[in-house]
């Protein structure tokens, strides 16, 4: 039964303040909105992949030449972020960073084990991401014949400037919502919080926990338009109730 009863008194405080909790949920998204606009840098992302193709040996077991293919990835992500390859990235793209920089705005993953890996590039402008992505690959296609002695990547797909314009970072949505539920939050939090420190006696409950004193009776709240309405529902009655106090008249015979 208690349970019962703080279950609803939950739903009774909601309700009570349910425009209150709106108003910091909507005042929330707004901030949300407005500092993901206004202060927070857009990142945008450009992607590259290449293409690990190793031809097998004659007389080699079918399949052999795609694990290889599989191996070699594996090895080519570690090759890729390597010091001698960005390196050489950051003189030809003309960058102004260092070494350690330029590894924390690359990924490189394969793809669904397949022969082909994706090399991913953030930056907060699109058209150096675009670049950054597109000299990786050609330096790591010109360089790895001479680290592995192979002759097996190729650029599958370079990056391109219209699939990067849009930016990654910040999710001007998400920032909302999440902004939104947290002033949402706070909201019913205030609604709490005033509710327990508000000591006002409503409900007989409110007599019991506030003051100590069990409660003997109560009396009825009536409102002016039915006090109104009774008095004339009694004026009415008086009006068509006899009057036994009348004096009667009687009649006399004229001869």
Same mark, same amino acid.
């Given at each position: 039964?208690?349970?019962?009863?703080?279950?609803?008194?939950?739903?009774?405080?909601?309700?009570?303040?349910?425009?209150?909790?709106?108003?910091? *949920?909507?005042?929330?998204?707004?901030?949300?909105? *407005?500092?993901?606009?206004?202060?927070?840098?857009?990142?945008?992302?450009?992607?590259?992949?290449?293409?690990?193709?190793?031809?097998?040996?004659?007389?080699?077991?079918?399949?052999?030449?795609?694990?290889?293919?599989?191996?070699?990835?594996?090895?080519?992500?570690?090759?890729?972020?390597?010091?001698?390859?960005?390196?050489?990235?950051?003189?030809?793209?003309?960058?102004?960073?260092?070494?350690?920089?330029?590894?924390?705005?690359?990924?490189?993953?394969?793809?669904?084990?397949?022969?082909?890996?994706?090399?991913?590039?953030?930056?907060?402008?699109?058209?150096?991401?675009?670049?950054?992505?597109?000299?990786?690959?050609?330096?790591?296609?010109?360089? !790895?014949?001479?680290?592995?002695?192979?002759?097996?990547?190729?650029?599958?797909?370079?990056?391109?400037?219209?699939?990067?314009?849009?930016? !990654?970072?910040?999710?001007?949505?998400?920032?909302?919502?999440?902004?939104?539920?947290?002033?949402?939050?706070?909201?019913?939090?205030?609604?709490?919080?005033?509710?327990?420190?508000?000591?006002?006696?409503?409900?007989?409950? /409110? !007599?019991?926990?506030?003051?100590?004193?069990?409660?003997?009776?109560?009396?009825?709240?009536?409102? /002016?338009?039915?006090?109104?309405?009774?008095?004339?529902?009694?004026?009415?009655? /008086?009006?068509?109730?006899?009057?036994?106090?009348?004096?009667?008249?009687?009649?006399?015979?004229?001869?």
């Amino acid at each position: 039964m208690e349970k019962t009863m703080s279950a609803a008194k939950v739903l009774t405080v909601l309700k009570k303040y349910a425009l209150v909790i709106a108003a910091f *949920a909507v005042i929330g998204g707004m901030v949300g909105a *407005a500092y993901t606009y206004l202060f927070m840098t857009p990142v945008y992302e450009a992607r590259a992949q290449i293409l690990v193709n190793q031809e097998p040996e004659e007389g080699a077991e079918p399949g052999t030449g795609l694990e290889a293919n599989l191996a070699y990835i594996n090895t080519y992500n570690v090759i890729i972020m390597s010091a001698p390859i960005l390196e050489q990235v950051i003189e030809e793209a003309n960058l102004n960073e260092t070494v350690e920089e330029l590894q924390s705005q690359i990924t490189v993953a394969g793809e669904n084990e397949s022969q082909v890996a994706s090399i991913t590039v953030e930056d907060t402008d699109a058209k150096m991401a675009v670049s950054i992505a597109n000299t990786t690959a050609r330096v790591f296609e010109r360089e !790895v014949p001479q680290i592995m002695s192979v002759d097996n990547v190729s650029v599958l797909a370079p990056a391109k400037l219209a699939d990067a314009e849009e930016p !990654v970072s910040p999710q001007l949505i998400f920032s909302m919502g999440l902004a939104l539920l947290i002033g949402a939050m706070i909201g019913i939090g205030f609604a709490f919080v005033r509710e327990y420190f508000d000591r006002t006696i409503k409900e007989e409950e /409110d !007599v019991e926990n506030n003051v100590g004193l069990p409660v003997l009776g109560t009396i009825a709240f009536i409102s /002016d338009q039915k006090q109104n309405r009774t008095e004339e529902v009694i004026e009415l009655e /008086d009006i068509t109730q006899p009057d036994s106090e009348s004096p009667k008249v009687s009649k006399q015979k004229t001869s």
